[in-house]
């Protein structure tokens, strides 16, 4: 993948038409990726799942893979329980071209716990699209440092 082969784009999840470079309009697919991320921001796992495949492949990091709507939103209870809100700050996404489309993005992720801290942490993730939906869902980044503030909070 050659970076002449990208198109970058600046994406906030926080308007419904996210600002671009040079005046690109956003295609279908990055689109998409940007619902997704408004729909978890607004706690909205319901509808962040309709955007999903119901086969979509989802990793985050080095954990075990999952498949499926439903083992996704397992994951994101299981994270609610543990924080009170998330906020993804889309700083640019790029779409790579065939053979192997992808939407790759980079961003800044907000953890808010229950107890109000807050913790941002730099975060890429890749899409692969089938169909208008997200068919593979990569998180890289470490969340490490959430965990281990929550362990080494005074009691």
Not at 36 to 56: H, K, N, P, S, W
Not at 87 to 109: F, Q
Request: glycine share 6%; charged share 20%; proline share 5%.
């Amino acid at each position: 993948m050659s970076h002449s082969s990208l198109s970058c784009l600046q994406c906030s999840t926080r308007s419904k038409a996210p600002p671009t470079t040079e005046g690109d309009a956003m295609n279908a697919d990055e689109n998409t990726v940007c619902e997704l991320f408004a729909a978890i921001d607004a706690g909205r796992i319901e509808t962040a799942t309709g955007l999903l495949t119901q086969d979509v492949h989802f990793r985050f990091g080095n954990a075990e893979p999952t498949i499926g709507r439903d083992a996704f939103a397992a994951n994101a209870a299981a994270m609610g329980g543990v924080l009170a809100s998330i906020s993804h700050e889309m700083l640019a996404v790029w779409t790579t071209s065939e053979p192997d489309a992808a939407v790759v993005c980079e961003m800044a992720v907000t953890y808010s716990r229950h107890d109000g801290s807050q913790l941002k942490l730099p975060c890429a993730n890749v899409f692969r699209l089938r169909s208008g939906l997200i068919a593979d869902y990569r998180i890289y980044m470490d969340i490490n440092p959430v965990f281990a503030a929550a362990a080494t909070e005074p009691e």
